[in-house]
């Protein structure tokens, strides 16, 4: 009895009602759903399991990090970034931008606040989202009852920890990219980045600035471009010949470009993908590698190259061709997963791999007031796309069903039911 007594203390549960859509996350893809629906008089709420908005940038970035496309490519609606900052905004100035945009469209989520299942009631037509909210030492669940509900936890919201043999044998330190801030701390030391894309390519770098020995692991073939071509972006200029050309011309006038100005990188270890950059960003959502100042380093030898891990060592890794590298410490540069599968439950409009079934540009709306955003593979240009249509959509219906007045504030209420 004492038991079941410590367990109906454990949580103080209680239900709230919804007055317009529940967005989910508070990163920038909830900010910009939320920023248009304050445009168009929609109150909403929003919740965040963290205590901060855009937590992956807050939280989980290095200090050198920089946006990799010029700022007019990832400005949220509404909204431009500031005239006077840089073509490429560093990590303090975007967190800055955000900040800025959730205060000037009046976006207060809610923090702390842990999702822990989401599922239509088809009974009452209504989602029933049930949540943790507040501290861990004293946990209140609350279910969030709602019309609407956007899904905006991103394409990044779960670290991805590839399982490798040995790992555990391994006496150096491992982390995540999402922990490494900067190179510091490895001075002097061999360090082991296991990834190439634009987060393990920077960090090599960073790391040769610390006066480390960085080796990055190569295993699967990426497209590198050159981040500018004579003084212009290449992504302004990809932009700007696709509206005239197909996307596969486009593609082989810029791998041409990126091997007379970068070289032959095959000799270096780094193969490129047979499908173009394009076309491969398009279909599976990889993206290109935009060189800083890396391949510079990789040609005079600071940064090794090596291919694929085939198992860890006490003190560092047997590869796939044979060889054996020893490391001080080890940085996972390999990417993110989506979290939806883990607690939106009983729909199908998500795929086993938390993305839409249905690709780009018509991803951003499912079945039953369901919606989702940031998962276009797009970056926050997409997700900026999805935040206006599906602002659009709810205003749309929501003027039709309320007809209130446009400047109505966001509020819930308490359900009479207490369980």
Known sequence: MAHLSDMEHLFKRRSKWVNGPLIIGAGPSGLAVAACLRDHGVPFVILERTDCIASLWQKRTYDRLKLHLPKQFC???????????????????????????????????????????AKYDDTCGMWRVRAINGDKKKPVEVEYICQWLVVATGENAECFVPE??????????????????????????????????????????????????????????????????????????????????????VDKILVSLARVMLGDLERYGIKRP???????????????VLDIGTLGKIKTGEIKVVPGIQRFTHRGVHLVDGRVVDADAVILATGYRSNVPSWLKGNDFFAKDGFPKVPFPNGWKGKCGLYAVGFTKRGLAGASHDAVCIAQ????????????????????????SET
């Open 75 to 117: 400005q949220l609606p509404k909204m431009p970034f500031p005239s006077y900052f840089p073509e490429y905004p560093t990590k303090s100035q975007f967190i800055h931008y955000m900040e800025s945009y959730a205060k000037h469209f009046d976006i207060n989520p809610q923090f702390n606040v842990t999702v822990q299942c």
């Open 393 to 416: 959509d709810i205003s749309r219906i929501w003027r039709q069903e309320t007809k209130q007045d446009k400047h109505t504030k966001a509020c819930h209420r308490r359900c009479i």
């Open 274 to 288: 047979k499908m173009g950059p394009l076309e491969l960003k398009g279909r599976e959502g990889k993206t290109p």
């Open 164 to 249: 490798t043999e040995g790992m555990k044998e391994y006496k150096g330190s491992v982390i995540h990219a999402a922990e490494y801030k900067s190179g510091e701390v490895y001075q002097g030391k061999q360090v082991l980045v296991v990834g190439c894309g634009n987060s393990g390519m920077e960090l090599c770098l960073d790391l040769c600035h610390h006066n480390a020995y960085p080796t990055m692991v190569v295993r699967d073939s990426v497209h590198v471009l050159p981040r500018e071509i004579l003084g212009i972006s290449t992504f302004s200029i990809s932009v700007a010949m696709m509206r005239w050309l197909p996307i596969q011309v």
